[in-house]
């Protein structure tokens, strides 16, 4: 029994393919668990290009796709999804932050319609199903695996993400914003003693009173609260783009030595969590 965790995307803000972002890489927010027999996929942003490939390289033609939000960075990549024009195939789409803003299908129409794109949502020829939940909920996309979800400090909304299964539990938390010296009580409940937590650290805590009110947070707050909550693993994620290789070997160096439990995410990075 395990849990298989696939980044496709660590950027947040937009892509930035670049000669000096190749080894955290430059897609933005997307990752893929493996859990039981389901394929659960988590935000659309470019990462989902690659994650389309993969999943017709491995003949997948069914799974559910949670958005955090629906800011660009979490769901431009959706249109190059290449597995939902496939008539065989079904995705679920869910959200949480749109139940009272007309609702998530309506998003992903918008973002697929004349004249900032030419292909209309109604050409993926997929079983496409939409739904819009409310955050706090708790789902159930298999049997023996839970989610819960919780609300994010972030502009427009966002949800976080608890999967659990068999005893594991990972938790996806952007975007999110923080206030310094105190942690937010939602958030360290929600990751109790999980065995991996993906965490916006966006900014250092230096670059962070530059940047409040843009919804982010930094990779010292991530390791303050995993600290608190007892989690096991914190993935640094939602990586700046002006943050390029040499960088985040730095920012990853630190946050390694501040806490041994932390690392960096990068593209196609894979764990294994059991
Ligand atoms: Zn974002
Ligand atoms: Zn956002």
């Not at 973002?111 to 292909?119: G, L």
């Not at 955050?135 to 659990?164: C, Y």
């Not at 109790?192 to 805590?205: E, F």
Request: net charge negative; with cysteine; proline share 5%.
């Amino acid at each position: 029994m395990s849990i298989e965790v696939k980044f496709w995307g660590v950027r947040g803000s937009i892509a930035c393919p670049s000669p000096d972002h190749v080894v955290y890489g430059g897609n933005t927010s997307c990752l893929e668990m493996r859990v039981a027999d389901k394929v659960l996929i988590f935000d659309a942003g470019t990462g989902i290009r690659n994650l389309g490939k993969d999943l017709i390289r491995r003949q997948v033609t069914e799974a559910t796709i949670f958005l955090t939000h629906t800011h660009w960075d979490h769901i431009n990549g959706f249109p190059f999804f290449v597995p939902a024009y496939n008539p065989k195939a079904s995705f679920h789409v869910m959200a949480g932050h749109l139940t009272d803003q007309g609702g998530v299908e309506r998003v992903f129409s918008a973002q697929m319609a004349n004249p900032t794109f030419p292909v209309p949502l109604s050409a993926m020829k997929s079983k496409l199903t939409f739904e819009d939940f409310n955050v706090g909920d708790e789902l159930k996309p298999g049997e023996g695996i839970v989610i819960k979800t919780a609300p994010l400090r972030h502009p427009n909304g966002a949800t976080a993400f608890r999967v659990e299964h068999d005893g594991l539990a990972v938790c996806f938390v952007t975007d999110t914003e923080h206030q310094p010296g105190k942690p937010d009580e939602i958030i360290l409940d929600f990751i109790q003693d999980a065995d991996l937590v993906i965490y916006d650290s966006t900014y250092t805590d230096e670059q962070f009173e530059q940047k409040i009110g843009w919804g982010h947070s930094t990779w010292q707050e991530g390791i303050r609260l995993c600290k608190a909550a007892n989690a096991k693993r914190l993935a640094l994620f939602h990586h700046d783009p002006d943050h390029n290789d040499a960088d985040m070997t730095v920012i990853e160096q630190q946050a390694r030595s501040t806490w041994s439990g932390a690392f960096a995410a990068r593209d196609e990075m894979v764990l294994r969590i059991e």
